[in-house]
């Protein structure tokens, strides 16, 4: 019985943790997105492309 | 995790910064010598002298050519990184405690202390970045601070705005560019100092760090707050990491452990939780006195703490740190390939 609970109690942080997961990626796309209409604004993903945070 | 020790300071540490690609550390402490080290092995390089007073704040542009530095003496100061010669001096009537850079390096603020009868603001200053160029005395902007003075302030992505901590546990956000209010949140309970604010490596979000024995992770545009990040001890640093989910929060209640001095190693930690699972993920030990500042490689090699017992402790991450996930991370990541 106590595993039985231990399992339970574990799914319920494992589900929590998923939730919490797919919450920050569909804010941080919300963000890049509306980042794009920002001049100058580089995505984590374009600053890669451009090799890196290059200054000069 | 590898600790080198950095020491040099005199006093306690007040303030650690990286370059932005993380080659190099630079620290201030109440010692009034700001002093540049290799990361890579914590070698000091250099110092920048001329303050007279205790240093609180250090910031450095985004080409690692100029450097700023706030301090007791009134004064808020700009140096040539490589030469370690003093630029420009600006004068105030009370101290510096927080100095920092837009993103593309052309302004730099300086928020002022309370003092009778002078009011708390927060300065900008254009910059011009050219270690030869001559920079301009007169102010660019200033914002009071009459509701409660600013501990901390940044600027945000593309400076569209201004965000300040308060003494009173309050976040502000102001137009970058006229300086004017535009929102304000209890973000920490009432009358608990907000001790710090780092930006996210894109300025989107931010961690405000507090008295309240909390940090908490804001949305620039809306001062939204993302998460909490409960601790049991008062904390004066928070650092948001670049290339983990992780923040690493520092502090620790002054009176505690005066007798450790004999003891190999300190009792004051820096905290490690995960950014969205909001848990305590790890602790490292190391420190004689309260963390007074944690930062963090830009690259995400190596974290920084400076502390209260003068030192700095130079941390460089193991390959485990970066392969540990948890199990819906490692799902998540499975599921993308």
Known sequence: ?56 | MRPVLLSGHERALTQVKYSSDGDLIFTVAKDQIPSVWFSANGERLGSYSGHVGAVWTVDVNPDTTLLATGAADNTMRLWNVKTGKLLKTWEFESSIKRVEFSPDGRQLLGVTERRQNVLPSIMVFDIIPDVDAEQSSEHALRIICDESKATVAGFSYNAKYIIAGHEDGTVTQYDGKTGEYIDNIQAHEEEMQVTDLQWSPDRTYFITSSKDKSAKLITTDDLEVLKTYVTDTPLNSAAIFPVKDYVILGGGQAAMDVTTTSARQGKFEARFYHKIFEDEIGRVRGHFGPLNYVAVDPTGKSYASGGEDGYVRLHHFDRTFFDFMYEVEREAATGRL
């Open chain 1, 1 to 56: 019985q106590d595993f039985n609970k231990k399992n339970l109690a574990n799914k319920a942080v494992i589900d929590q943790r998923r939730r919490l997961l797919d919450e920050w990626k569909a804010w941080r796309e919300s963000v890049e997105e509306r980042m794009e209409e920002e001049p100058g604004y580089k995505t984590a993903d374009q600053k890669e492309e451009d090799g890196g945070e290059v200054i000069e």
